[in-house]
Protein backbone atom coordinates (compact mmCIF):
# COMPACT_ATOMS: atom_id res chain seq x y z
CA UNK A 1 0.00 0.00 0.00
CA UNK A 2 2.83 2.51 0.79
CA UNK A 3 4.63 1.92 -2.68
CA UNK A 4 1.44 2.67 -4.13
CA UNK A 5 0.86 6.04 -2.56
CA UNK A 6 3.95 6.81 -3.20
CA UNK A 7 3.76 6.24 -6.50
CA UNK A 8 0.38 7.75 -6.57
CA UNK A 9 2.02 11.36 -5.35
CA UNK A 10 4.84 11.37 -7.60
CA UNK A 11 2.43 10.99 -10.44
CA UNK A 12 0.14 13.94 -8.57
CA UNK A 13 3.01 15.95 -8.88
CA UNK A 14 4.49 15.39 -12.74
CA UNK A 15 0.65 16.26 -13.28
CA UNK A 16 -0.21 18.91 -11.15
CA UNK A 17 1.44 22.10 -10.00
CA UNK A 18 0.85 21.18 -6.18
CA UNK A 19 2.13 23.86 -4.02
CA UNK A 20 0.88 22.64 -0.49
CA UNK A 21 0.68 19.15 1.40
CA UNK A 22 -2.62 19.99 1.68
CA UNK A 23 -3.12 19.89 -2.09
CA UNK A 24 -1.30 16.51 -2.32
CA UNK A 25 -3.68 14.96 0.23
CA UNK A 26 -6.63 16.33 -1.76
CA UNK A 27 -5.89 14.28 -4.64
CA UNK A 28 -4.90 11.45 -2.47
CA UNK A 29 -8.39 11.60 -1.32
CA UNK A 30 -9.88 12.02 -4.96
CA UNK A 31 -8.13 8.82 -5.85
CA UNK A 32 -9.46 6.71 -3.04
CA UNK A 33 -6.59 6.89 -0.49
CA UNK A 34 -7.56 8.26 2.36
CA UNK A 35 -4.62 9.26 4.38
CA UNK A 36 -3.38 11.53 6.80
CA UNK A 37 -1.43 14.79 6.85
CA UNK A 38 1.35 13.14 8.87
CA UNK A 39 1.21 10.54 6.92
CA UNK A 40 1.64 12.67 3.38
CA UNK A 41 4.15 14.27 5.28
CA UNK A 42 6.35 11.00 5.93
CA UNK A 43 5.69 9.72 2.21
CA UNK A 44 6.73 13.43 1.44
CA UNK A 45 9.89 13.19 3.21
CA UNK A 46 10.57 9.54 2.05
CA UNK A 47 10.27 10.82 -1.64
CA UNK A 48 12.82 13.80 -1.30
CA UNK A 49 10.16 16.25 -2.28
CA UNK A 50 11.35 19.52 -2.40
CA UNK A 51 9.75 22.43 -3.79
CA UNK A 52 10.96 24.30 -6.98
CA UNK A 53 10.68 28.24 -8.18
CA UNK A 54 8.38 28.33 -11.26
CA UNK A 55 8.59 30.62 -13.97
CA UNK A 56 5.83 32.40 -12.74
CA UNK A 57 7.19 32.88 -9.52
CA UNK A 58 5.17 29.83 -7.10
CA UNK A 59 6.74 27.27 -5.56
CA UNK A 60 5.49 23.68 -5.92
CA UNK A 61 6.69 20.30 -5.56
CA UNK A 62 9.11 18.06 -7.19
CA UNK A 63 11.22 14.95 -6.76
CA UNK A 64 14.87 15.85 -6.13
CA UNK A 65 15.80 12.63 -7.10
CA UNK A 66 14.92 13.03 -10.87
CA UNK A 67 16.84 16.39 -10.38
CA UNK A 68 19.79 15.04 -9.22
CA UNK A 69 19.76 12.32 -11.79
CA UNK A 70 19.88 14.59 -14.16
CA UNK A 71 22.70 16.53 -13.44
CA UNK A 72 23.97 13.13 -12.58
CA UNK A 73 24.18 12.39 -16.47
CA UNK A 74 24.78 15.67 -17.15
CA UNK A 75 28.68 16.13 -15.18
CA UNK A 76 28.91 12.61 -16.06
CA UNK A 77 29.48 13.12 -20.11
CA UNK A 78 31.13 16.34 -19.09
CA UNK A 79 33.59 14.62 -17.30
CA UNK A 80 33.83 11.42 -19.65
CA UNK A 81 34.44 13.55 -22.40
CA UNK A 82 37.22 15.97 -20.99
CA UNK A 83 39.14 12.86 -19.09
CA UNK A 84 39.28 9.73 -21.63
CA UNK A 85 41.63 8.81 -23.52
CA UNK A 86 40.66 5.83 -25.37
CA UNK A 87 38.82 2.77 -24.26
CA UNK A 88 39.33 -0.89 -24.61
CA UNK A 89 37.98 -4.61 -23.15
CA UNK A 90 39.17 -7.97 -22.60
CA UNK A 91 37.40 -10.76 -21.63
CA UNK A 92 35.00 -8.96 -18.90
CA UNK A 93 37.20 -6.20 -18.20
CA UNK A 94 37.06 -2.83 -20.10
CA UNK A 95 40.00 -0.38 -19.63
CA UNK A 96 39.34 3.41 -19.61
CA UNK A 97 42.47 5.12 -20.06
CA UNK A 98 42.53 8.45 -18.94
CA UNK A 99 44.49 11.78 -19.29
CA UNK A 100 46.80 11.56 -16.10
CA UNK A 101 45.32 12.84 -12.64
CA UNK A 102 41.54 12.28 -13.73
CA UNK A 103 40.80 8.84 -13.73
CA UNK A 104 39.80 9.29 -10.19
CA UNK A 105 36.97 11.71 -11.24
CA UNK A 106 36.20 9.55 -14.09
CA UNK A 107 35.78 6.56 -12.35
CA UNK A 108 33.32 8.60 -9.18
CA UNK A 109 31.64 9.62 -12.13
CA UNK A 110 31.15 6.01 -13.37
CA UNK A 111 30.04 4.84 -10.32
CA UNK A 112 27.45 7.28 -9.44
CA UNK A 113 25.37 6.13 -12.84
CA UNK A 114 25.09 2.68 -11.17
CA UNK A 115 24.82 0.50 -14.11
CA UNK A 116 23.78 -2.59 -13.17
CA UNK A 117 26.11 -4.66 -15.20
CA UNK A 118 28.93 -3.37 -13.65
CA UNK A 119 30.94 -5.43 -10.63
CA UNK A 120 32.90 -3.21 -9.70
CA UNK A 121 35.78 -0.05 -10.58
CA UNK A 122 39.24 0.58 -9.43
CA UNK A 123 40.75 3.31 -10.69
CA UNK A 124 44.82 4.76 -10.97
CA UNK A 125 46.16 7.85 -11.48
CA UNK A 126 45.09 7.68 -15.19
CA UNK A 127 43.35 3.81 -15.69
CA UNK A 128 40.49 2.72 -14.56
CA UNK A 129 39.05 -0.65 -14.89
CA UNK A 130 35.91 -1.90 -14.63
CA UNK A 131 34.63 -5.56 -14.36
CA UNK A 132 31.40 -6.69 -15.96
CA UNK A 133 29.60 -9.44 -15.56
CA UNK A 134 30.31 -11.14 -18.78
CA UNK A 135 32.53 -10.42 -22.20
CA UNK A 136 29.73 -9.55 -23.42
CA UNK A 137 28.34 -7.13 -21.39
CA UNK A 138 32.30 -5.30 -21.51
CA UNK A 139 32.10 -4.86 -25.61
CA UNK A 140 28.16 -3.58 -24.99
CA UNK A 141 29.36 -1.17 -21.91
CA UNK A 142 32.61 -0.36 -24.20
CA UNK A 143 30.27 0.53 -27.31
CA UNK A 144 27.94 2.90 -24.95
CA UNK A 145 31.01 4.75 -23.59
CA UNK A 146 32.80 5.04 -26.32
CA UNK A 147 29.32 6.99 -28.16
CA UNK A 148 29.61 9.18 -25.14
CA UNK A 149 33.23 10.42 -25.83
CA UNK A 150 32.42 10.83 -29.37
Partial sequence: MKEYRHQKILEIIEQYPICTQEGILEKLHQAGLMVTQATVSRDMKQLNLVKRLTEDGRYIYTCQEKKTQAITKQKFHSIFSEAIISIDYAMNTVVIKCHVGMANAACTALD??????????????????????????????????????R
Fill in 112 to 149: LMEWKEIVGTLAGDDTIFVLLKTPQKAEEFMRELKEII
